[in-house]
């Protein structure tokens, strides 16, 4: 009898003690004990970093967000904050209360520069390097240098079409959109960025750039997982396990840019300011222009085929698409940079994909500098503190959008009355705000209009039995791991074909 009783004490006080264990490092050692969340997950970032790992983060934070509200405490020292009074808050210019006067929140280098040996690029370069590289791109991107484009992306679109004709024939044949895209998409932005395509299109395969960065992008992904919880040794043997396909990607790339740059020739194109600056780091153009192909490659890739695969799926919203594009057009000739901007309802489908299927899934992190204190959203965060605004739970949260998980173009034409509560501009932001956002945007709207319009025009489409629920259960890890997507495309007896 006395044995049972002393185990029960000792139970109940080892469960006493653990409690109060517990409650220190939650409510006393950790400055954001007031924020909600798992409490495996305000002890440890483990769970967070499993899931950024598995590439199911974004579906990861969207049921937390569901479960815990607005502001979530997703690690010791982490909140993932769906508002969209947060963007300007966290990305553009920081709220502060104390700690000094500093421009944004910086991005942190657990997750932006796994390995600090990089030179610095438009991703990863501070606040000051950053400004400089983007003054030094600005031109090349600015809504008239792209108008001046047209002809070269023309010819990369005429090549697309002619492929998809030729697969198809007269008769329904399935094709990979995936694919084709992808080709389309790679060879624009390496045609402008690098003063030559990869010939993806022409060859019908794709090539060794995409594949390795695709593969580097997830080694920085368990790089920066490691770089967070792990001993710096064990990130140092990781890197140096994984350095092979960043070296291959980025050697591709110097190839390309020293061939440029020695034959002389001046290109009006997306770089060639960035060259014409009296003082420029070789290596940074390397790797800011690896990342402009890669990023100009994926997002464009991933709005295209996401907006194929939901107008498929909703013959409502394609016959309406349908109707808009061929009525106004006679001809592809027709089809243009300018004309496009009329395309009231594509356009609209364009936007309703980027809320419901965002090109980036998951938040992308800053981070509140030591000793500071910022407002966020209207919450007060401490220094140390990573913060993020994950697009996808926010662009599915009921909060801020009338059925979220539904694709609805109409919401995005301010006519329908039951959308008036949606937050559309000031809740989606595919392309980020502030001074990093992305510096790209004019090109990627002026692909999407181009080859949507362009592929509707030409074809009927049909979504493929296999890929009925291509969206289902899909991976990120930043950009979307896309699964082939199969559809039936049927030639359009066209005038001007």
Same mark, same amino acid.
């Given at each position: ?7 029960? &004490? ?32 305000? +002890? ?9 790992? =598995? ?6 934070? #969207? ?23 947060? $963007? ?58 792209? =108008?001046?484009?047209?002809? &070269?992306? /023309? ?9 998809? /004709? ?6 329904? *044949? ?5 694919? $084709? ?6 060879? &624009? ?26 593969? *580097? ?33 980025? #050697? ?8 440029? *740059? ?11 300011? +960035? ?7 070789? #290596? ?81 992190? /800053? ?44 919401? $995005? ?56 629920? $291509? ?15 199969? *559809? ?10």
């Amino acid at each position: 009898m006395l044995t049972a009783l002393l185990v029960v &004490i000792s139970a109940i006080s080892s469960y006493i003690l653990l409690y109060v264990a517990i409650y220190y490092i939650i409510r006393i050692a950790r400055p954001l004990h007031d924020y909600p969340g798992p409490l495996l997950n305000r +002890l440890t970032p483990v769970p967070w970093i499993i899931h950024l790992w =598995r590439g199911t983060l974004y579906s990861y934070a #969207d049921a937390l967000h569901k479960q815990y509200g607005p502001v979530v405490r997703v690690a010791p020292n982490e909140l993932s904050i769906i508002d969209p009074a947060a $963007w300007k808050d966290i990305y553009v210019r920081p709220r502060i209360i104390s700690g000094g006067d500093f421009p944004e929140l910086p991005k942190p280098d657990w997750f932006f520069r796994p390995n600090m040996n990089l030179a610095p690029n438009i991703i990863s370069a501070d606040f000051d390097t950053h400004a400089h590289i983007k003054r030094g791109l600005a031109p090349g991107f600015s809504e008239k240098n792209i =108008r001046e484009q047209e002809p &070269i992306i /023309r010819v990369y679109i005429d090549s697309l079409l002619a492929q998809l /004709r030729k697969r198809c024939g007269y008769g329904a *044949v399935s094709v990979d959109l995936v694919k $084709w895209f992808g080709h389309a998409t790679t060879d &624009i932005i390496a045609g402008l960025a690098l003063g030559e395509s990869f010939n993806c299109l022409q060859s019908g395969e794709g090539n060794d750039f995409t594949r390795l960065f695709n593969r *580097v992008v997830r080694e920085d992904i368990v790089l920066a997982g490691l770089r967070r919880v792990g001993p710096h040794f064990l990130t140092t043997l990781a890197y140096r396990f994984f350095t092979g396909h960043r070296v291959k990607y980025l #050697d591709l790339c110097r190839q390309s840019l020293s061939k440029r *740059v020695a034959s002389g020739v001046l290109r009006p194109d997306l770089i060639q300011s +960035l060259l014409n600056q009296e003082e420029y780091n070789f #290596d940074s153009v390397v790797h800011t222009a690896a990342l402009i192909i890669f990023a100009g490659e994926e997002t464009t890739l991933s709005v295209l085929c996401g907006v194929v695969y939901y107008l498929a799926s909703n013959p409502v919203a394609m016959e309406t698409v349908l109707k808009e594009v061929r009525g106004a057009f006679r001809s592809e000739e027709e089809i243009t940079i300018a004309s496009v901007n009329k395309l009231e309802y594509m356009i609209a489908c364009l936007h309703e994909t980027m809320r419901i299927y965002p090109p980036v899934g998951a938040g992308l992190p /800053r981070i509140v500098p030591r000793g500071a204190e910022v407002v966020i959203a209207g919450h007060v965060v401490p220094g140390d503190t990573n913060v993020a605004i994950p697009p996808y739970a926010l662009n599915h949260c009921a909060e801020y959008w009338v059925e979220p998980d539904k694709f609805i173009p109409e919401r $995005w034409l301010g006519v329908d009355k039951r959308f008036a509560s949606d937050k559309l501009h000031e809740g989606l932001k595919p392309f980020l705000v502030g001074p990093r956002g992305c510096i790209g945007q004019n090109l990627a709207h002026v692909e999407m209009r181009l080859i949507m319009a362009r592929v509707l025009f030409a074809f009927d489409i049909e979504l493929d039995k296999s890929c009925r629920n $291509w969206v289902t259960d899909q991976t990120s890890w930043v950009t979307w791991a896309r699964p082939p997507l199969y *559809v039936r495309l049927t030639r359009v007896n066209q005038a001007g074909k």
